[in-house]
């Protein structure tokens, strides 16, 4: 009888999921279906007014052609993982390849390239603004084609050259010559040269599927075909699968063999679309990941549900150096924000008055465009990050930055003048150089993961990871060293420059680390966020700048994955977003001494009846809990002298 008025009383909420679930699905997928529904529609219509015995579509080839490229673009970037620059680009010159042909077409590219490369390089030192950069690189290049076509016309080199369309790639190689040198400038040859090479691959991929012409053919032939391949495109889009690449990248923190992985991320794949099928009728379902770790497709989904886009245009750096000096949260002082041209001889005056400041642009990444000023030499000129430069030479920099040399879309930029940070003994004894941070990665509003970035003489004193600075890995709990990780995908136990030990160390000041880091990300308003902190001698932990879309290389740094931290913090009750600063922090603490594995609610309880016994201890004057807190501070000051040796 229970059992049956369970039963009853149970159906109507049951109908409720399966409504709501319904309703969900309707909203979500009823305008894309709606799309599918008319393509195919398009597609019959098609079948039924032409005669493709007679290939109708044949004079528009040209156009499945480049829908091709792009789809085999579209998996090589999202699926296999290679990086590249753009997506377009590549489509438009594997497609040009077709007209030309492999050998020649890609001679003609690469030679035109070098040509544009070589031409920024001649004209670096006037330290043009974008529009005249760019402007002058455009010019070489259509020069340098147009004497292509004429050596073309008189027999020197073969008449694929010849090809029209051979024109066209022109902006498009000024952008890469561009780009390839900017990076080249800030960051070394390795790290441009390697995107360059992925792009390489992926012409030549786009280019051979589409040379066969099978593919593209049959996709003309078969117009039904069309909601299909777009279907299906969407669909792969939406996964947040590992790219292949992933699975080398991060394979020490797999922890088991690829096949195993691969083999794990298949089940977890059957499960989650059982599970979504099961959504659906109101059964209670799971969702579940083969491995701890986060891929960047994942990443990226996780930034878009708590990264609102609306917030973007906030996040530059004189934007948030407003806000932070707004809201108390420490950070070097700002000298200036040049945002025009007309605020130059503002920053003529800080560099005729100043011996140590640092420049850079509002907008950039991988610390493209900063300038660290460390003194002033007899004869006037500065000491610098980038060698010795002339106050001019430093203001036409400024300059360069208001004209948009660093800014994504070549728009005008802001040029941040700000005091030079002065690093804590600590973290500088280790590194030897420069001048070492610490990342935080806060999620909604608790510190989730962390790492140092040690300079090293590879990375010429800078703290980035792409050009051979080291990251640590550093515990939550306490900011111990966990060992040192190499973008090259190199373990260190010791720093390669200095010699000292990447697990036998404690980060000073880590509870206000902690602090600053989180209250960082509450001023930005970002949900998933990587806040960027350097600690100085005077004035302790300082913010640098704060990353909407942060890096995964700190799983390698902390042999561990971030996926496990973000979904142990996704499945707290509402009632935890409610929680303090300092309450999400010191539940961070204790989540991470049990390596984010325990029940949140009864590790919280815990902590709530410890704090409780301790101010209820402090009112009645227990001396038993003074001789705890006693022994506490002596075991706390025995670590600290440890550390210090």
Not at 178 to 202: C, I, K, Q, Y
Request: charged share 20%; proline share 4%; net charge negative.
């Amino acid at each position: 009888m229970s059992m049956r008025n369970e039963t009853v009383e149970s159906l109507p909420a049951r109908m409720a999921i399966v409504r709501r679930s319904v309703s969900s699905a309707v909203t979500t997928y009823a305008p894309v279906i709606g799309f599918l529904a008319a393509l195919v529609l398009l597609g019959i219509a098609f079948r039924e007014h032409l005669d493709f015995s007679q290939q109708p579509l044949e004079p528009y080839r040209m156009f499945f052609e480049l829908l091709v490229a792009g789809l085999v673009i579209s998996l090589l970037r999202s699926k296999v993982g290679l990086v590249t620059y753009g997506m377009f680009g590549p489509i438009v010159i594997s497609f040009i390849l077709i007209e030309s042909g492999l050998l020649w077409g890609l001679v003609l590219f690469v030679n035109v390239f070098l040509i544009a490369l070589a031409t920024y390089l001649v004209i670096q030192p006037f330290r043009l603004g974008t529009a005249h950069r760019i402007c002058a690189l455009v010019m070489t290049v259509a020069i340098a084609i147009t004497t292509f076509h004429i050596m073309s016309d008189n027999g020197t080199l073969p008449q694929e050259v010849n090809a029209l369309q051979a024109f066209f790639p022109a902006i498009i190689t000024a952008w890469y010559a561009d780009r390839f040198a900017r990076e080249l400038t800030e960051r070394g040859w390795r790290a441009p040269a390697v995107r360059f090479s992925w792009t390489m691959v992926a012409i030549v991929a786009a280019y051979a599927v589409v040379a066969n012409g099978t593919i593209v053919t049959w996709f003309m032939q078969t117009p039904e075909s069309w909601a299909f391949v777009f279907a299906a495109n969407v669909y792969l889009g939406a996964q947040s699968s590992t790219r292949l690449k992933e699975y080398l990248r991060f394979s020490n923190v797999y922890g088991q063999s690829r096949f195993s992985v691969l083999r794990a991320s298949v089940r977890a794949r059957l499960h989650n679309a059982r599970a979504r099928l099961r959504g659906l009728f109101g059964a209670e379902t799971s969702r579940v990941e083969p491995t701890s770790v986060m891929a960047m497709n994942r990443r990226n989904r996780l930034i878009k549900q708590y990264n609102p886009q609306h917030l973007y245009p906030e996040l530059d750096k004189a934007s948030m150096k407003r806000a932070f000096h707004g809201t108390g949260v420490p950070t070097p002082e700002t000298y200036a924000l040049v945002g025009s041209l007309s605020d130059l001889s503002t920053a003529e005056e800080i560099i005729d008055t100043r011996d140590e400041f640092v420049i850079k642009p509002d907008s950039g990444y991988g610390g493209e465009g900063i300038i660290v000023v460390n003194g002033r030499t007899e004869n006037g000129d500065f000491e610098t990050s980038k060698g010795r430069k002339t106050p001019e030479q430093l203001l036409a920099h400024t300059r360069s930055i208001v004209e948009g040399q660093y800014d994504p879309m070549g728009l005008e930029g802001v040029a941040v003048i700000e005091g030079l940070v002065h690093p804590d003994d600590q973290l500088l004894s280790i590194a030897g150089q420069g001048v070492p941070d610490v990342r935080v990665i806060v999620f909604k509003g608790y510190p989730i993961m962390a790492m140092t970035r040690l300079p090293t003489e590879e990375s010429d004193g800078a703290a980035n990871l792409h050009m051979g600075a080291v990251g640590v890995g550093l515990s939550i709990a306490d900011g111990k060293a966990l060992g040192g990780y190499q973008s090259t995908n190199k373990w260190f136990d010791d720093h390669p420059d200095t010699g000292v030990d990447l697990e036998a160390f404690y980060v000073h000041n880590w509870g206000q680390i902690l602090d600053t880091a989180v209250m960082a990300a509450e001023v930005s308003r970002l949900g998933y966020t990587g806040v960027d902190i350097v600690v100085d001698e005077t004035e302790g932990p300082m913010v640098l700048e704060i990353n909407a879309r942060p890096g995964l290389g700190i799983q390698n740094s902390t042999f561990d994955g971030l996926l496990e931290r973000t979904e142990f913090v996704e499945k707290l009750p509402d009632s935890f977003d409610l929680k303090s600063p300092g309450e999400k922090i010191e539940l961070a603490r204790t989540w991470d001494r049990v390596d984010w594995t325990e029940d949140a609610i009864e590790l919280e309880a815990q902590w709530a009846r410890t704090d409780a016994d301790a101010d209820r201890s402090v009112r009645t004057g227990d001396p038993d809990h003074e001789r705890k807190r006693e022994s506490a501070d002596g075991e706390t000051d025995g670590q600290e002298e440890v550390i210090a040796r």
